[in-house]
């Protein structure tokens, strides 16, 4: 079992940056490749980014390359979020998640292979 608690969210204009974080405990957190997922009101909840293992590869939504950096630091059990130029439109629920791989290079971007997901943390941009 992994349990995961994301934090960083809060509410920031249009234009500015935060940085959330997803700290596991439980089973040992090299071995899972990680992903941020977005749940906006009415919305169902999209892909946000993901990062292997090693922390070697990552892929971004179209929606927020260039803009949101994924990153992990696997000493400190933790991953992160850094998100840059902030429109409104990526106000949602943010929800970290786990999955267990076998190669330090894998990631996913299906929200149904991730075994386990954090509570979420809110994320509100005003215009």
């Known amino acids: 079992q992994v349990q995961l608690v994301e934090s960083g969210g809060g509410l920031v204009q249009a234009g500015g940056s935060l940085r959330l974080s997803c700290a596991a405990s439980?089973?040992?957190?090299?071995?899972?490749?990680m992903g941020w997922f977005r749940q906006a009101p009415g919305k169902e909840r999209e892909f946000v980014a993901a990062?292997?293992?090693?922390?070697?590869?990552?892929y971004y939504a179209d929606s927020v390359k260039g803009r949101f950096t994924i990153s992990r630091d696997n000493a400190k059990n933790t991953v992160y979020l850094q998100m840059n130029s902030l429109k409104p439109e990526d106000t949602a629920v943010y929800y970290c998640?786990?999955?267990?791989?076998?190669?330090?290079?894998?990631?996913?971007?299906?929200?149904?292979?991730?075994?386990?997901w954090g509570q979420g943390t809110q994320v509100t941009v005003s215009s």
């Open positions: 998640a786990a999955k267990r791989v076998y190669s330090g290079s894998y990631y996913s971007f299906y929200e149904y292979e991730y075994q386990y």
């Open positions: 439980g089973r040992t957190f090299g071995g899972y490749a």
């Open positions: 990062i292997s293992w090693t922390g070697g590869s990552t």
